[in-house]
């Protein structure tokens, strides 16, 4: 059922004289809150309507596991990008897909395609997956699969968890790693075990709780740029990440924690371009690496290379513009440009996007976030990637 918004000043103030009678608003007014039950409900949770459990993690990964395949998978997707970020292997690591995953049959047809093509251009790309289920907002907006799968306002978060965590499964099942931006702190213990490389978004980049997160992933991460340009931002994140920390979180039973984490070597900076515009061009990856290894060590992954995101800040949003800056970006990989280990693209199976509304009145394929690449095109882009990497190594 769709939960109504509780915005008009009557509902409102009828919401606070039953919370402040020691009732429950949500279910019904002879029910009282656990607060009152203990003693505090006038002092705690005045803005809260309600907790609703969910199963816990352990529960979620036995009920919905990964098959041997998928956790082979996993684990060598997670080397090879390893091997990538450090120059160990010179494929290009190309990390595409939906701007968001709203649709998990249309990202499950998706992946199909994508799997027949990485198979044919293994040898110069390294193909991952992009599987984005959380969606940071500007302000407001749909906030992901995971958070409202109906993409109605209910906040179905417990259908979300599974619908994700079933299509990271089918993304799998092709064969295929699977990229995701984590957002929430509580999320990764669903999800992380069959993501091979995470990423933390422009508005996360300087944020504690993240880079506590990134510090005891067990994929790289990638952090981005701040969304008004600072790599100083990102590459401090990398630094931070890669140090022991010790803080709150929740264990595999859903109970509070305290986490302490070995630290992840692993994390990268993604330029995504800022709010002023691009920064993808030679001299701003130039500039990008001299103000990384100022702070990490020169064997570093995030010292080797940068991923750049041709999509965002970098293409203005613009589907048309994404597949130039890819372009641009082929033919200095072709010209030996060094200092790129990896790019990311939106793409999924129509170009462009479409406002969010309830699957049934959507056009299949189409994004409701980011404008994307379409399939032909992305098909298009990912061969002339592959030729300049093959390029590259005559060179």
């Not at 959380?134 to 993409?151: A, H, M, S």
């Not at 920064?279 to 990384?292: G, M, P, Q, R, W």
Request: a negative charge; proline letters at 5%.
């Amino acid at each position: 059922m769709q939960q109504q918004p509780l915005n008009k000043p009557e509902d409102l103030r009828a919401i606070q004289e039953a919370m402040d009678a020691g009732k429950n608003p949500l279910i019904a007014t002879d029910v009282p809150r656990w607060e009152d039950q203990v003693g505090i409900s006038r002092i705690v949770n005045r803005r809260v309507l309600e907790f609703e459990v969910l199963p816990t993690p352990a529960q979620v990964l036995a009920d919905l596991p990964l098959t041997d395949d998928a956790q082979e998978i996993v684990a060598y997707s997670r080397d090879e990008i390893r091997a990538c970020l450090y120059g160990q292997d010179d494929r290009l690591l190309v990390i595409v897909g939906p701007c968001s995953v709203h649709d998990p049959a249309a990202a499950l047809d998706y992946a199909r395609r994508l799997a027949k093509l990485k198979d044919e251009l293994d040898e110069q790309l390294l193909i991952v997956m992009r599987v984005y289920f959380e969606k940071p907002r500007t302000t407001v907006g749909w906030k992901g699969l995971i958070n409202d799968p109906d993409i109605d306002g209910s906040c179905n978060i417990k259908k979300g968890l599974l619908l994700a965590r079933r299509t990271l499964l089918g993304v799998l099942g092709e064969g295929l790693a699977a990229a995701t931006e984590f957002l929430e702190p509580t999320s990764p213990q669903f999800i992380a075990d069959a993501v091979s490389w995470g990423a933390i978004g422009a508005r996360n980049t300087e944020s504690q709780v993240h880079r506590q997160l990134a510090s005891g992933l067990s994929m790289p991460i990638g952090f981005k740029n701040a969304t008004d340009g600072s790599v100083k931002a990102a590459s401090d994140s990398c630094f931070a990440a890669a140090q022991q920390h010790t803080f709150f979180g929740i264990d595999h039973r859903g109970r509070a924690a305290v986490v302490k984490t070995l630290g992840n070597p692993d994390c990268h900076v993604v330029l995504r371009g800022s709010s002023s515009g691009p920064n993808y061009s030679k001299e701003d990856v130039a500039a990008a690496l001299e103000t990384i290894r100022e702070r990490m060590p020169a064997d570093s992954a995030a010292s080797h290379g940068l991923v750049v995101d041709c999509s965002h800040g970098n293409s203005g949003k613009d589907e048309h513009r994404q597949a130039e800056v890819v372009r641009e970006i082929a033919a200095r990989i072709a010209d030996g440009e060094r200092g790129i280990t990896g790019v990311m693209m939106e793409s999924f199976l129509e170009g462009g996007n479409q406002p969010a509304a309830p699957l049934s009145q959507l056009v299949y394929g189409k994004s409701i976030t980011d404008k994307c690449l379409s399939w032909p095109v992305t098909e298009q882009l990912l061969r002339t990637l592959a030729e300049a990497v093959a390029t590259r190594r005559w060179r």
